[in-house]
């Protein structure tokens, strides 16, 4: 079974802020997501530094949840999702055309679509993507700013990357 090369590190505090500023917490690090896309193409979370980016977990079985989640999110300018597809349940066979389903979805500039082959992601993110879509918010600065759980939390995470969004805004005046 071939792994993904794949680093991370998520904030010891996940607890999202509504403050203008983003005080560094002295346990908080920054994420480091490095993984292949679905086109097979390295990425890197750190090229995202400086923007609001939203991690959303999906698998074939929370698809049209994500599909309406990412909708949501990318629609906020400037705001960047990473979807990353578990293929959980993927016939081996079919994994192929999994990948090459999941890249037709990315936009430029505002989606990426990074899959997860042997649930590496899911464990280390601590997340069920089977079960729900799990979002994370990662704030300008790279570090994990809320944690939001599918349709049912959507507009808790959306309020959250207006505020970093507009801090960037402040930030840039």
């Known amino acids: ?9 998520l904030a010891a505090s996940v607890a999202a802020t509504s403050s203008a500023a983003w005080p560094r917490r002295a346990e908080a690090q920054p994420v480091a997501l490095r993984a ?3 086109r ?5 979370l750190e090229a995202l530094r400086g923007h609001v980016v939203a991690i959303t977990f999906a698998s ?18 400037g705001t960047v999702v990473v979807n990353v597809v578990d293929l959980t349940g993927v016939p081996s ?3 192929g055309y999994a990948k090459r ?9 505002r989606v990426v679509h990074l899959v997860d082959d042997g ?27 809320g944690r939001f759980v599918g349709t ?17 805004a402040t930030a840039r005046e």
């Open 93 to 95: 066979i079919f994994r």
């Open 60 to 77: 074939r079985y929370t698809h049209k949840e994500a599909d309406e989640v990412n909708r949501a999110l990318a629609a906020r300018g």
């Open 152 to 168: 049912a939390e959507l507009a808790r995470a959306l309020s959250l990357v207006d505020t970093l969004r507009a801090s960037i």
């Open 36 to 38: 292949p896309d679905a």
């Open 101 to 109: 389903r999941a890249a037709e979805h990315d936009e430029e500039g």
């Open 119 to 145: 649930g590496d992601m899911r464990r280390r993110f601590q997340v069920e993507p089977t079960r729900r879509v799990d979002i994370v918010v990662v704030g300008p600065d790279g570090e994990v700013r």
């Open 40 to 44: 097979g193409r390295p990425f890197d």
């Open 1 to 9: 079974m071939r792994r993904l090369p794949l680093t991370f590190a």
